[in-house]
T-cell receptor, first 111, second 115 residues
Framework: SQQGEEDPQALSIQEGENATMNCSYK?????LQWYRQNSGRGLVHLIL?????REKHSGRLRVTLDTSKKSSSLLITASRAADTASYFC???????????FGGGTRLMVKP | DAGVIQSPRHEVTEMGQEVTLRCKPI?????LFWYRQTMMRGLELLIY????????DSGMPEDRFSAKMPNASFSTLKIQPSEPRDSAVYFC?????????????FGPGTRLTVL
């Protein structure tokens, strides 16, 4: 079963708008990561947030983590058509190097 | 750095045939992961290696699937015999290893179609 579940499953916005994706998970984690996948390509790491962190920024990306609610959000500000992709959250625990991926959010940014 | 290299990029085969997927991780990375991605099941971890040793193969669906990592720069995923339900995109990923804080670097994937 998947550890992380993204919400919404699909999101369509206009260029320039902000996009927010959410991820919920079930068990305790060591860190949470967000990945992006363009159609027909492999996943690309975007950002990692540790369990003792609450917020992290990277360029137009902002990630929050609420361990009490077992949830995270990814905000993409001032979206561009090139941001069109699927976005996955992945959780890591203390047991090893494994990551458990969610089902992903398909984001479409219309020009 | 060339990144994670996978071959072939596309494979079309007939049911019952043996399929071998290949992966070359990023040099210096200690962990290697094999994933399968389908529309129905999403991204599933099949097996991962640490320092060439299989650590967790609980995701390997059946005995028809096997994976090896004979050295630090090469891994194979074999399906024998293949079935139509094995059709999927198979990704290999590598990570520096040693900590769950490390990101994973994915290859471009092998799109497998079993007729």
């Amino acid at each position: 079963s998947q550890q992380g579940e993204e919400d919404p499953q699909a999101l369509s916005i206009q260029e320039g708008e902000n996009a927010t994706m959410n991820c919920s998970y079930k068990t305790s984690i060591n860190n949470l990561q967000w990945y992006r996948q363009n159609s027909g390509r492999g996943l690309v790491h975007l950002i990692l947030i540790r369990s003792n962190e609450r917020e992290k920024h990277s360029g137009r990306l902002r990630v929050t983590l609420d361990t009490s609610k077992k949830s995270s959000s990814l905000l993409i500000t001032a979206s561009r058509a090139a941001d069109t992709a699927s976005y996955f959250c992945a959780t890591g625990n203390n047991a090893g190097n494994m990551l458990t991926f969610g089902g992903g959010t398909r984001l479409m940014v219309k020009p | 750095d060339a990144g994670v290299i996978q071959s072939p990029r596309h494979e079309v085969t007939e049911m019952g045939q043996e399929v071998t997927l290949r992966c070359k991780p990023i040099s210096g990375h200690n962990s290697l992961f094999w994933y399968r991605q389908t529309m129905m099941r999403g991204l599933e971890l099949l097996i991962y290696f640490n320092n060439n040793v299989p650590i967790d193969d609980s995701g390997m669906p059946e005995d028809r699937f096997s994976a090896k990592m004979p050295n630090a720069s090469f891994s194979t995923l074999k399906i024998q015999p293949s079935e139509p339900r094995d059709s999927a995109v198979y990704f290999c990923a590598s990570s520096p290893g040693g900590s769950t804080h490390n990101e994973q670097f994915f290859g471009p994937g092998t799109r497998l179609t079993v007729l």
